[in-house]
Nanobody, 126 residues
Framework: QVPLVESGGGLVQAGDSLRLSCAASGRTFSTRTTAWFRQAPGKDREFVAE????????YYADFVKGRFAISRDNAKNTLYLQMTSLQPEDTAVYYCANRVSGSPGTTTALTDFRSWGQGTQVTVSS
């Protein structure tokens, strides 16, 4: 599968906002759902949010606590992650990936996802 391409990361201060983008390299997302994950230094990659391309259903990790919002632009074949009230603990490389197995809202195992991109670095200073 063609890797996805993440962008939009950067260095911000605590309390700032960022919007990440995930593009399908010119192709339509050929999947039911696409998700955002993140990996902080020395930690495992963890689920952040997931969105259904057809129904628009959204799923979030508990730690998001209303600060992050996942959305899509079908015309641009792009998935977004709007992040607000960023904190230093949000510092990580953020990845997007397509779900190929399992059910949204029930499983978030990395093995259920494919087409991982290179990620985009988000650094939040205190």
């Amino acid at each position: 599968q063609v890797p996805l391409v993440e962008s939009g990361g950067g260095l911000v201060q605590a309390g700032d906002s960022l919007r990440l983008s995930c593009a399908a390299s010119g192709r339509t997302f050929s999947t039911r759902t696409t998700a955002w994950f993140r990996q902080a230094p020395g930690k495992d990659r963890e689920f952040v949010a997931e969105l259904s391309w057809l129904g628009g259903n959204m799923y979030y990790a508990d730690f998001v606590k209303g600060r992050f919002a996942i959305s899509r632009d079908n015309a641009k074949n792009t998935l977004y992650l709007q992040m607000t009230s960023l904190q230093p603990e949000d510092t990580a490389v953020y990845y997007c990936a397509n779900r190929v197995s399992g059910s949204p809202g029930t499983t978030t195992a990395l093995t259920d996802f494919r087409s991982w991109g290179q990620g985009t670095q988000v650094t939040v200073s205190s």
